[in-house]
Nanobody, 116 residues
């Protein structure tokens, strides 16, 4: 079955960096676009970044453009989110997502906390 497992979250000071990873299994990873979402307390889920199946195109939320970079390694079935210049507003649970045949799959998330 499809599994997405995030890692790399933690506590970081404002201005710092973190690199999140999402290890995928149970499907042909290289055939599907991958997404990173985040959910902060008392807020809706926000799409942060998307990467196409071959990694040729990426899109970002305006709030993270220029600070975050999504990438993937199809040989390792892993998608990454490099987060730089972190701000307190980036504090959230970060979730990995993909959509396969109209079904949306989610990981359990990894907590990122930015202290000011």
């Amino acid at each position: 079955q499809v599994q997405l497992v995030e890692s790399g979250g933690g506590l970081v000071q404002a201005g710092g960096s973190l690199r999140l990873s999402c290890a995928a299994s149970g499907f042909t990873f290289s055939s599907f676009a991958m997404n990173w979402y985040r959910q902060a307390p008392r807020k809706g889920r926000e799409l942060v970044a998307t990467i196409t199946s071959e990694g040729l195109r990426t899109t970002y939320a305006n709030s993270v453009k220029g600070r975050f970079t999504i990438s993937r390694d199809n040989t390792k079935n892993t998608v990454y989110l490099q987060m730089n210049s972190l701000q307190s507003g980036d504090t959230a649970v970060y979730l990995c997502n993909t959509i396969i045949v109209l079904t949306s799959y989610w990981g359990r998330g990894t907590q990122v906390t930015v202290s000011s």
